[in-house]
């Protein structure tokens, strides 16, 4: 069965520094990132109401990890990233179904690097 995988571009900050693995093969390297994005919802009336946050998983892999691992990003920087938007489930505790998401990054850009503060 063929899916077509969902595209999506984020921009946020990284909430936290990057986690790293390179390889020797490369096509086993990643690194994953924890971006913070933010958007405003409406209410009834279209008026902004209030900035809704999520934490969103994003994932490099192989060459793009290597790529990645060089800017050397670190937590605060804001990012541009795209890439394919994977949802999975899962059962907790009390046996309720939680769904997550997480992006598979495809490209990425640095738009605003954080102040370094000593």
Known sequence: MHHDKNQ?????TLSEDPIIKLKSNQRMSRATVTLLTSRNTDNSAGHSSFAFF???P???HGQL?????????????KLSIQGELRAYDSDDEKGRIKIYLEVSAIEFQLLDKA????
């Open 8 to 12: 999506v571009s984020l921009v946020g």
């Open 54 to 56: 999520e934490w969103i």
């Open 58 to 60: 994003v994932h490099f």
């Open 65 to 77: 990890a290597h790529r990645f691992s060089q800017q050397r990003f670190c937590k605060g920087d």
């Open 115 to 118: 102040e370094v503060k000593n």
